[in-house]
């Protein structure tokens, strides 16, 4: 009596549990699983938070929907900010200043960070996803947002009122307090623009295959001083 292949019988009987690999689905979580562009993804939006440790690591802080700046005044009147958390960073990247100073970025998995800029030592807030091409894994900095004034010798905190880097910074912290909902969900959250230049900088991305390596940090008299993000910045474990 003839029996089939053991390969093919295996096969044939998980075909009804697999599924399209352009649908969306949870595959660890904060890690999700896309097609974009025809290229096989897997996006991984990290958690990010200015407070010290692992177990003070939260979601349920930023602007509100009506624009009241809440997270401001938290950042202002907590002290463990001060506080530098010990962690092992798995990539580093060169912040260049608009005065031609360089800084050091380092970066760990849950998106805490320190800078060292002119030997000051400074908390910010960051956003990651992993992108794993052709089996390389490459981390890359969808925003980084310095809450202060970004000066050698002293960090003052600053309200960001308004304007386009306010919207982005808000999108962006709205995105984080979604976990774990799938990106389908993210996209009915914000708006279309920005969800669409958000997935076409992934696919530009990954269609160059040539990696920026730096990010520049510029003044900004009306919104303290953000993190210019047209340049994508990336860094391999």
Same mark, same amino acid.
């Given at each position: 009596?003839?029996?089939?292949?053991?390969?093919?019988?295996?096969?044939?009987?998980?075909?009804?549990?697999?599924?399209?690999?352009?649908?969306?689905?949870?595959?660890?979580?904060?890690?999700?699983?896309?097609?974009?562009?025809?290229?096989?993804?897997?996006?991984?939006?990290?958690?990010?938070?200015?407070?010290?440790?692992?177990?003070?690591?939260?979601?349920?802080?930023?602007?509100?929907?009506?624009?009241?700046?809440?997270?401001?005044?938290?950042?202002?009147?907590?002290?463990?900010?001060?506080?530098?958390?010990?962690?092992?960073?798995?990539?580093?990247?060169?912040?260049?200043?608009?005065?031609?100073?360089?800084?050091?970025?380092?970066?760990?998995?849950?998106?805490?960070?320190?800078?060292?800029?002119?030997?000051?030592?400074?908390?910010?807030?960051?956003?990651?996803?992993?992108?794993?091409?052709?089996?390389?894994?490459?981390?890359?900095?969808?925003?980084?947002?310095?809450?202060?004034?970004?000066?050698?010798?002293?960090?003052?905190?600053?309200?960001?009122?308004?304007?386009? /880097?306010?919207?982005? +910074? !808000?999108? #962006?912290?709205?995105?984080? =307090?979604?976990?774990?909902?799938? &990106?389908? $969900?993210?996209?009915?959250?914000?708006?279309?623009?920005?969800?669409?230049?958000?997935?076409?900088?992934?696919?530009?991305?990954?269609? /160059?295959?040539?990696? +920026? !390596?730096? #990010?520049?940090?510029?003044? =900004?008299?009306?919104?303290?001083? &953000?993190? $210019?993000?047209?340049?994508?910045?990336?860094?391999?474990?």
């Amino acid at each position: 009596m003839y029996f089939p292949n053991l390969y093919v019988i295996s096969v044939l009987c998980f075909l009804p549990f697999m599924r399209c690999q352009k649908e969306l689905h949870t595959v660890y979580p904060f890690t999700y699983h896309v097609d974009v562009a025809g290229i096989n993804v897997t996006i991984r939006m990290v958690n990010s938070t200015l407070l010290g440790t692992e177990n003070e690591r939260t979601t349920d802080f930023g602007w509100s929907v009506s624009g009241n700046n809440t997270f401001m005044s938290y950042v202002n009147h907590n002290p463990r900010l001060t506080h530098i958390a010990n962690y092992t960073a798995i990539g580093y990247i060169r912040v260049p200043s608009c005065s031609g100073s360089d800084s050091v970025m380092k970066i760990n998995e849950t998106g805490i960070s320190t800078i060292v800029f002119d030997n000051q030592i400074f908390r910010h807030h960051v956003y990651l996803t992993r992108i794993e091409r052709n089996g390389v894994e490459v981390w890359k900095v969808l925003s980084a947002q310095l809450w202060g004034n970004y000066q050698p010798g002293h960090f003052d905190f600053q309200n960001l009122q308004g304007g386009s /880097d306010r919207r982005r +910074a !808000d999108i #962006l912290l709205r995105i984080n =307090n979604l976990y774990p909902q799938i &990106i389908e $969900n993210i996209r009915s959250q914000i708006d279309e623009q920005f969800t669409t230049k958000l997935f076409d900088r992934i696919t530009r991305s990954i269609l /160059d295959g040539a990696p +920026a !390596d730096e #990010l520049m940090v510029c003044p =900004n008299p009306h919104y303290g001083n &953000i993190y $210019n993000t047209s340049n994508d910045v990336y860094f391999t474990q």
